[in-house]
């Protein structure tokens, strides 16, 4: 069974940083793309980044480009995405999920809730 | 990037067919068949009912169908049932290399 389960979610300061990190169990992690994508209490799915199978190709959403990082370790079968110069509008839970079928999304975490606030 | 547009409602008695609509540019929608759904319910993670604008992942049921013209995706689900009711978000890959989801659809089951 395909296991994603995110941590790191925190109350943090505007400008503040903050690192989130997803466990992935039940497939072979370092066959997957592995996505970022965020939800608002209350909205819709943003998306954020993802990166490729061996962690050499990456893309951001505008929103986060320059301020956020998205890595994997595979031989801990660890996505994380590394926040700096947060915003309030980056307030939202944060769900890892897998990419699947070509440009898809078929397993989400039930997400880490990071708020921005002072 | 901005968000697909969705109509925010759409409503049908049990056994009718709904359609919800998904427009986006041609940088997105109109460009590829990169175009997935997502089905959400209330406390839980979005999920995948259909990609590559017409493709049912194993599991989902038949009565969930997609397609596309030009800028705009669709997804219709036909014999609607009471389970069916939820939040339903379209989602498309960008000539970018980013995805953009819709503003979403609340699907009720009369």
């Known amino acids: 069974e395909v296991q994603l389960v995110e941590s790191g979610g925190a109350l943090i300061q505007p400008g503040g940083s903050l690192r989130l990190s997803c466990a992935a169990s039940g497939f072979i992690f370092r066959n997957y793309y592995m996505h970022w994508v965020r939800q608002a209490p209350g909205k819709g799915p943003v998306w954020v980044s993802d990166?490729?199978?061996?962690?050499?190709?990456?893309n951001y959403a505008d929103s986060v480009k320059g301020r956020f990082t998205i890595s994997r370790d595979n031989a801990k079968n660890t996505l994380y995405l590394q926040m700096n110069g947060l915003r309030a509008e980056d307030s939202a839970v944060y769900h890892c999920?897998?990419?699947?079928?070509?440009?898809?999304?078929?397993?989400w975490g039930q997400g880490a809730l990071v708020t921005v606030s002072s | 990037q901005s968000a697909l547009t969705q109509p925010p409602s759409v409503s049908g008695s049990p056994g009718q067919s709904v359609t919800i609509s998904c427009t986006g540019t041609?940088?997105?929608?109109?460009?590829?068949?990169?175009v997935s759904w997502y089905q959400q319910s209330p406390g839980t993670a979005p999920k995948l009912m259909i990609f590559e604008v017409n493709n049912r992942p194993s599991g989902v049921p038949d009565r969930f169908s997609g397609s596309k013209s030009g800028n705009t995706a669709s997804l219709t689900i036909s014999g609607l049932q009471a389970e069916d009711e939820a939040d339903y978000y379209c989602s498309s890959h960008t000539t970018s290399g980013t995805y953009v989801f819709g503003t979403g659809a609340k699907v009720t089951v009369l």
């Open positions: 041609s940088s997105d929608v109109g460009y590829y068949n990169r």
């Open positions: 999920a897998r990419g699947r079928y070509a440009y898809a999304v078929d397993s």
């Open positions: 990166i490729n199978g061996d962690g050499s190709g990456t």
